[in-house]
Nanobody
Framework: QVQLVESGGGLVQAGGSLRLSCAAS????????MGWFRQAPGKEREFVAA????????SYVDSVKGRFTISRDNAKNTVYLQMNSLKPDDTAVYYC????????????????????WGQGTQVTVSS
């Protein structure tokens, strides 16, 4: 069982930056691939970024490439999402998710693939 708690959301002007954190409970954090998703009002939850068990392999949705960076610190049981050059279209509730996997380099982009989810943190970007 893994519990995930996101933090770092808030209100920011377009062009600004935020860093989201997701703290995981348990001693097996390094056994999980991690992902960030977001859900805007009236829309389905969508993939944003993923990182493998190894911190060296990442994936991003095209709309955030070059602006967002996912990273993880296995010693701190935490995954991060650094968001730069924010746009109003980035406004959403952001969720982190964890997937148990034996593969050290795989990343996962489907909501159905993940085993555990956090409660979400609101990000609002004003124009």
């Amino acid at each position: 069982q893994v519990q995930l708690v996101e933090s770092g959301g808030g209100l920011v002007q377009a062009g600004g930056s935020l860093r989201l954190s997701c703290a995981a409970s348990g001693r097996t954090f390094s056994s999980y691939a991690m992902g960030w998703f977001r859900q805007a009002p009236g829309k389905e939850r969508e993939f944003v970024a993923a990182i493998s068990r190894s911190p060296d392999f990442t994936s991003y949705v095209d709309s955030v490439k070059g602006r967002f960076t996912i990273s993880r610190d296995n010693a701190k049981n935490t995954v991060y999402l650094q968001m730069n050059s924010l746009k109003p279209d980035d406004t959403a509730v952001y969720y982190c998710a964890a997937k148990a996997t034996a593969n050290a380099i795989s990343r996962f982009g489907g909501t159905y693939e993940y085993d555990y989810w956090g409660q979400g943190t609101q990000v609002t970007v004003s124009s």
